[in-house]
């Protein structure tokens, strides 16, 4: 089992940069699939990126380009750095992982799969003004 905590959100003109990261702990954290989702305001939680144990990573056309999902296994954590930001971004941030992204990779990590994911961080709040 492992243990995720959130940090780095805040409020930010849009355009800004925000840098999120999380820290897992607990054991074998080199061995889980993790990913950023978001929930903004009235909307379904959607997967935003994923970075699989073997380094592959997936993002959500919405934020391509823009986006960066990144993890360090020996400090047991996983940033998410995020550039050029819109309104839209605006959102609840949670960290997750998953014991394997079997569904993420099944569609060609074009969809960031919920379903994969069984632990989840209490979520750091990003708001993107405009």
């Known amino acids: 089992q492992v243990q995720l905590v959130e940090s780095g959100g805040g409020s930010v003109q849009a355009g800004g940069s925000l840098r999120l990261s999380c820290v897992a702990s607990?054991?074998?954290?080199?061995?889980?699939?993790m990913g950023w989702f978001r929930q903004g305001p009235g909307k379904e939680r959607e997967g935003v990126a994923a970075?699989?144990?073997?380094?592959?990573?997936s993002y959500i056309d919405s934020v391509k380009g823009r986006f960066t999902i990144s993890r360090d296994n020996a400090k047991n954590t996983l940033d998410l750095q995020m550039n050029s930001l819109k309104h839209e971004d605006t959102a609840m941030y949670y960290c997750?992982?998953?014991?394997?992204?079997?569904?993420?990779?099944?569609?060609?990590?074009?969809?960031?799969?919920?379903?994969?994911?069984?632990?989840w961080g209490q979520g750091t709040q990003v708001t993107v003004s405009s």
């Open positions: 997750a992982a998953a014991g394997d992204c079997l569904a993420t990779r099944a569609v060609g990590g074009i969809l960031i799969v919920e379903a994969d994911f069984h632990y």
């Open positions: 607990g054991y074998g954290y080199s061995r889980y699939c």
């Open positions: 970075i699989d144990t073997d380094g592959t990573k």
